[in-house]
């Protein structure tokens, strides 16, 4: 028999029915070996044989602002359930915690973003983006206007209308027609400048944004979707003029932006909102995960009011949510979790991390198999190649060696997209422990003889 407790259970026969009865996300099939989490605190997890790991990848996906295990967000999540657990938000129903919840984000929001919508997650507040910007232009008389333009490298989700916006190909073979009317461009990468034939890269991509535009029509376009920053696609920055000269152009041809902040959205990168720092007045702005530091599921559309008021005005009905949308539980954590966010200064953290990281790379930036290491907030990217000269990136594989030899013998939990090794811990990360997820990289990268594709024993 097994123990109601899981932490009691022996954790073979944990990773056992996790093998046999889960199907993850973005599951490897040729992996068998299983990491069965059980407690938090801080940026400390432990797994189920009692195993301590340091998480310099907040909860293993770029959430966990506040850190694990915080009492005040059990207890605003208890006092909810007890009130009152769910109550729809649809039609003109609503209940207290999401409209305070909606207040606080229009205030913290870049201004002129006054609606907010809630979704359970950041696919489904892309999906819910993109029917918006389509909605608006129709409802204004421009119902030809569909396309939607995002770029390779971007992630934003892996539903049918987010996974085809997504730039990572594998998502979108073998499952039938993908969304159509989507196109994409190439994004900044400022670290492979090959990519742009020798212009400049700005001056490149705003080329091809124009023949792009020119090709599908102005009037067929409804709206472009970037991150800020491209998370999932490496972490690659771009260079300070490209989102305010692609906002330009974008405008004059009637185009929507749309910032996908699901990674970069409070406080990742050192403010509540990237995209505004960056240049982008979006307008629309999509977030989840640090909304609730994924104590429980919630995302957020920020967008201007006269969205909102196109596509639900006068006389006219919006036909879309979810049973969840809004979830007063949800809406109590992520208030409570706001408050920590200020009354903890963590959007300084982020920047006093960002320095920790900067410092304590600067020896792996040295190594023969680092190409590149890019720093933006509390996240980092460092990007492995096979040859420092020619910038060949290692293979995914061996990236892939590098995060499991960092997780088996430094007990540090990073991952890797691609060549690039990933950081992005909860903002309470502290400067002992941004040294230690340093100097273990270093060592683990010390060790690896990129020529023979292997990491010597230590
Ligand atoms: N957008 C961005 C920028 C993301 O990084 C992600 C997930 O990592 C998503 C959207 C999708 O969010 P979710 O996994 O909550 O559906």
Sequence with gaps: TISSTPSTRPAALLEDLDRRHVLHPHERGHRSQRRVMVRGQGST??????????????????????????????????????????????????????ALLAERLTTLAPAGMDRVFFTCSGSEAVDTALKLARLHHHHRGEPDRNWIIARHYGYHGTTYGSGTATGIPNMQVAVGPNLPHVEKVMPPYPYRPEMYGGQGTTEFLLNELSETIERLGAG??????????????????????????????????????????????????????????????????????GLTSGYVPMGAVLMREEIAASVAGGERDFFHGHTYSGHPVAAAVALANLDIIEKESLLARSLAISEWFRT???????????????????????????????????????????????????????????????????????????????????????????????????
């Design 45 to 98: 997890v432990w797994d189920a044989s009692g195993r301590e790991f340091l998480d310099a990848l907040g909860g293993g996906i770029w959430v966990a602002q506040v850190g694990h295990g915080r009492q005040e967000l059990a207890d605003a999540a208890a006092r909810q359930i007890s009130e009152l657990a769910h109550f729809t938000s649809f039609f003109e129903y609503g209940t207290d915690k999401s």
């Design 220 to 289: 067929n376009i409804a709206a472009m979707i970037g991150e800020p920053v491209l998370g999932g696609g490496g972490v690659i920055a771009p260079p300070a003029d490209y989102w305010p000269r692609v906002r330009e152009l974008l405008r004059s041809h009637g185009i929507l932006l749309i910032a996908d902040e699901v990674i970069t959205g409070y406080g990742r990168i050192g403010s509540w909102f990237d995209s505004a720092p960056r240049g982008m007045d979006a307008d629309i702005i999509t977030t989840a995960k």
């Design 360 to 458: 304590g790379l600067a020896g792996a930036a040295e190594l023969p198999s680092v190409g590149d290491v890019r720093v933006e907030g509390a996240m980092a990217g460092i990007e492995l190649v096979a040859d420092k000269a020619t910038r060949e990136p290692v293979t995914d594989t061996l990236a892939l060696a590098v995060a499991d030899e960092l997780y088996e013998t430094h007990g540090v939990i990073t991952r890797n997209y691609g060549p690039t090794l990933v950081l992005s811990p909860p903002l309470v990360f502290e400067r002992a422990e941004a040294e230690r997820t340093t100097s273990a990289i270093t060592e683990v990268l010390g060790r690896l003889d990129v020529a023979s594709g292997r990491i010597a024993p230590r």
